[in-house]
């Protein structure tokens, strides 16, 4: 495996492991995840205001839907039957409607819904995309903000979780990475396992013996000392081979 192998499949682990929590909170609060080019989407069909689909994206770690392809997005929302009017990130500041990103959506740009004439740019009118069963092409329109819709959020950045870096890869790849990591945190525990049963065993090796050899020194020390109290002194060996007689 060469180097750029390596980098892509770091770079993948990073964004795979990142991306897990943000997915988990969107799917714990009721949403569905989705992915349109690129970017992974949360939405939940349940009506809020704008204000309050604008928290709760926050909430679970992303922002407000702020599409590039309006008319897509809401093409293929409308193909996973996710109906029907969902909020985006877009208010009106009485001359335009705005992205949160600050750029000007005007008032003759093609997203817009025709049938309904120009957007209201009121201060108090946010943007929604229509996703309905009978949509029509340009699918931007406006309504207060008070208002009930649906919630829409995606994720930070640009790159959103992990899809566009795994778009093209193939989903037994994805198994695989992830297989593998379980398998690795699955040895690192046993051999920290078996490293701290092996050391308690030592230790208790190196107890015993100690134990055992300070036990017998207590004996063996006095028992030497009655055996030496025991041999009686020195013979004195006396020349006899010399007379006192002259």
Sequence with gaps: MDNYHITWLLMTLGLLLTSLPIQGKCMDEGGTVFSYEGISYCAKRKCASWHKTRDWCERIGMVIAQPSD????????NSINMTCYYWVGGRGNNYNQVWLNGTVLSNSNPYWDAVHDHPNVGNDTCMVIQACNDFIENTLQTRFCHECGYRLCQAPGDEGWV???????DGSI?????GGLILIVIIIVVATYIYCKAKTIRQNH?????????K???IIEPTSIRELGHIGPAATHYDTSYSNNP
């Design 70 to 77: 309006p008319n897509g997005l809401a093409s293929h929302i």
């Design 216 to 218: 017998n020194q207590g």
């Design 163 to 169: 899809d566009r870096a795994l778009d093209s890869v």
């Design 174 to 178: 994805i198994g695989v990475v992830i």
């Design 206 to 214: 190196y107890n015993i013996h100690h134990h055992q050899s300070s």
